[in-house]
């Protein structure tokens, strides 16, 4: 089972990064593109055929280790084909 | 429309970052867990209604900036919701 955990900066925190894309994309002639916002992507093989399960350890995982719940927001789902 | 470019490092290539992930999840009970790898999401606003439109936007921005074609393979999606 192939999981997919997109981590992204909250709202409220200033992505420098996705201004600094924004600024670039600009410069290219793409000044008219809205909000961008840069996040991490992990997938991960977890063993066993239940998407609940793996879910639920995924989600743990993020707890654990892979998201800081200060600053940052997570989303679990299924890597598809 | 806002639509999603998801960012990985092309299967041959080492992915230093998700190697050290997996094994601090070892360290903490997860040493069950499969192929890890970690890459970059960028979600951004292009202005129109028509997803070809827009994907064929963000092709380009991808092509001109955002994907080093050399070590990463990219794929657009649109945001649901």
């Given at each position: 089972m192939r999981l997919r955990v997109l981590i992204r900066l909250k709202p409220?925190?200033?992505d420098v990064q996705g201004t600094a894309i924004q600024r670039a994309l600009a410069g290219l002639g793409?000044?008219?593109?809205g909000d961008l916002r840069v996040g991490k992507v992990i997938e991960v093989d977890v063993p066993g055929d239940s998407v609940d399960a793996a879910r639920r350890r995924v989600d743990e995982m993020c707890r654990k280790l892979l998201v800081n719940p200060i600053l940052e927001d997570y989303a679990v789902e299924p890597v598809v084909g």
């Open positions: 409220g925190i200033m793409f000044g008219d593109v």
